[in-house]
């Protein structure tokens, strides 16, 4: 008996290395698809999902006058999907936030931005990324203003304290997520995430900086 579970492992963790060893990074970031634009910048979207650590989950993104993130996550040895661009130059150093327009399925997604680094796992990784919950509303357009001073610092998957601050020019990187945790490091509700093997669906239709001194800069808001 304990021989057939230990074989039953190996055979599990074997699988689980093989798809770690067959994630090409590389390969999503030259295929980016272009969509949107963020102070005039193109942005250009590829895909991380869990596949980097051996999961099964997958990303699918297009773009068609919106960005379409959507896939199917699979929480067995994994529960992520992201799609995430590049942000060349930083933003100016005026920006206080963003603001996102776009139609979700009733789960709670994660917008994210980074100075870049793709050391996301292990000791090498010195700064954070920065992140906030998007819950969305099913089939119902909803725009959220997302002010930077309300991120949360993250690393390895979970918040963290930190002093350092999020300075809008080091900001190489944003992105969308779709996790088994919320920003603050509770579970995402079954309701809001999903359980086993499920499909999800994100469109995002504008996205643009809020700076300084504009009308909805007071705070984080999110409107139908």
């Not at 699988?15 to 295929?31: S, T």
């Not at 067995?76 to 005026?94: K, M, W």
């Not at 099913?138 to 963290?160: H, K, N, V, Y």
Request: proline residues 6%; glycine residues 10%.
């Amino acid at each position: 008996m304990l021989r057939s579970i230990f074989f039953l492992f190996t055979l599990i963790l074997m699988g689980q290395i093989l798809r770690i060893m067959a994630y090409d990074r590389a390969a999503n970031e030259r295929n980016a698809i272009q969509g949107l634009k963020l102070v005039d910048k193109p942005l250009h979207w590829y895909r991380l999902d869990d596949g980097v650590m051996g999961g099964q989950s997958e990303t699918l993104h297009s773009y068609d006058s919106v960005l379409n993130f959507s896939g199917q996550i699979n929480c067995n040895g994994g529960g992520f999907t992201s799609i995430r661009s590049a942000i060349p130059g930083g933003l100016p150093s005026d920006t206080t936030g963003v603001r996102v327009t776009y139609v979700g399925d009733g789960k709670t997604y994660k917008v994210l931005f980074s100075d870049g680094n793709k050391s996301a796992f292990g000791p090498s990784r010195r700064s954070p990324s920065w992140q906030t919950d998007l819950p969305t509303k099913e089939g119902i357009e909803e725009t959220a203003t997302i002010l930077f001073e309300s991120l949360i610092p993250s690393l390895q998957g979970g918040p963290i304290n930190s002093d350092t601050k999020l300075d809008p020019p080091q900001i190489q990187e944003m992105g969308f997520m779709l996790l088994l945790k919320l920003s603050s490091g509770k579970p995402n509700p079954v309701k809001t995430y999903g359980s086993g093997i499920f499909p999800f669906s994100l469109k995002i239709k504008h996205i643009e900086p809020v700076s300084a001194g504009s009308d909805c800069n007071a705070q984080s808001s999110t409107t139908s």
